[in-house]
């Protein structure tokens, strides 16, 4: 099977093994939601597919996006790299027909001999219609990667500048920048971040489930973050607690603890139009050493109470259905993905209006 015929079956909704089994059956079109989906939501399938003979590339934006429109998702978030004009815009036009989004993702310029790189993928993006494009600005999490406050400090400064590099290209070409909350800076540290910055073209792809492994409550968080929305990472989550904290998984949108409803709602009254992508993973649950030194060593001011809000979150929200992937095998590992994706979709759609 080429890419074409590949593409062929995804549109027709074909249940061949290359495809989500789950929620494509010959005849069956799902019920369409505007959830976008994130391409972290589909590594199994991806990994699925690259090993087939001949391999396809299911991140490849096209096919992405086709894939995404056979679920009944409304668009998608993805890398789009550098793409000839024509190309961009054929797939811009596929995303229209299909009455899709595209959000892009992005590396913000590491330093001035990286302008020109980033501004080569803004251009792909504003020649695609992407409605935003996807950022981190600090590696990894901040109670994981960094040994001491002044270490995270630098590479906070680092990611500042970045951002200082890539305001005026986003603004020339008038694509949002969306910095997501990556378990990196607390809510007070952002926002105060974006007010330095001080451009209409750089805010948050808000992630609701993040910043809880930061202390922080996910309501708060989106309040904090909803005035400069320029995505959103909508995401569930189901706690637990062990010997050094918490564990923190992502489960499907309903089955968590986070207040969804009132999220979106939140959201879509301070940026009506701003979009809503699944990011999923599909994977075991993340470990919040909240109780341990090490995740304290960049936190040397944080209250209390703080700590005592979010351990009483996780006492009162815990939950046993937090999934292991790991302990499955390859083809149970997809079967959870598909169905993670499935359920999230119909509860976005048919619950909270997506």
């Known amino acids: 099977m080429n890419r074409r015929e590949a593409l062929r079956?995804?549109?027709?909704?074909?249940?061949?093994?290359?495809?989500?089994?789950?929620?494509?059956?010959?005849?069956?079109?799902?019920?369409?939601?505007?959830?976008?989906?994130?391409?972290?939501?589909?590594?199994?399938?991806?990994?699925?597919?690259?090993?087939?003979?001949?391999?396809?590339?299911?991140?490849?934006?096209s096919t992405f996006l086709e894939h995404c429109k056979s679920l009944g998702a409304g668009g998608m978030q993805n890398r789009l790299g550098v793409m000839g004009s024509s190309e961009a815009l054929k797939l811009r036009k596929q995303a229209e027909a299909n009455v899709q989004y595209i959000e892009a993702i992005v590396s913000v310029p590491n330093d001035m001999s990286d302008v020109e790189r980033f501004e080569a993928e803004i251009k792909t993006a504003?020649?695609?219609?992407?409605?935003?494009?996807?950022?981190?600005?600090?590696?990894?999490?901040?109670?994981?990667?960094f040994d001491s406050l002044a270490m995270f400090r630098e590479f906070e400064a680092r990611g500042r500048k970045s951002l200082e590099l890539a305001a005026p290209i986003v603004e020339r070409h008038?694509?949002?920048?969306?910095?997501?909350?990556?378990?990196?800076?607390?809510?007070?540290?952002r926002v105060e971040l974006f007010k330095q910055i001080s451009s209409e073209f750089v805010g948050a792809c808000v992630d609701t489930g993040n910043s809880f492994a930061l202390l922080e409550d996910p309501v708060e968080t989106v309040k904090a973050l909803a005035p400069w929305a320029h995505s959103v990472h909508l995401k569930d989550q189901a706690v637990q607690m062990y010997d050094d904290g918490f564990l923190l998984a992502d489960i499907p949108l309903g089955q968590g603890f986070i207040d969804l409803k009132q999220i979106v709602e939140i959201l879509q009254t301070a940026k009506p139009h701003v979009r809503f992508s699944l990011e999923l993973i599909t994977r075991d649950p993340l470990k919040v050493p909240v109780l341990s030194d090490k995740y304290w060593t960049t936190f040397p001011d944080l209250p209390a109470s703080d700590l005592a809000s979010t351990l009483k979150t996780v006492r009162d929200g815990t939950t046993d259905n937090l999934q292991y992937v790991s302990r499955l095998a390859p083809e149970q590992q997809l079967a959870q993905e598909d169905a993670n994706i499935r359920e999230s979709l119909d509860y976005a759609r048919d619950e909270l209006g997506l």
Do not use: W
Not at 34 to 54: E, N
Not at 126 to 145: F, H, L, N, Q, S
Not at 174 to 189: F, Y
């Open 9 to 61: 079956l995804i549109a027709a909704g074909t249940s061949v093994s290359l495809l989500p089994s789950a929620f494509a059956t010959a005849g069956d079109n799902p019920v369409a939601s505007g959830l976008g989906l994130v391409i972290y939501c589909c590594q199994f399938r991806s990994k699925m597919l690259s090993s087939a003979t001949p391999p396809v590339d299911l991140f490849e934006p």
């Open 126 to 145: 504003a020649a695609a219609g992407a409605k935003a494009v996807r950022t981190t600005i600090i590696p990894g999490r901040r109670y994981e990667t």
């Open 174 to 189: 008038r694509v949002p920048l969306a910095v997501e909350n990556h378990k990196d800076h607390r809510n007070e540290e």
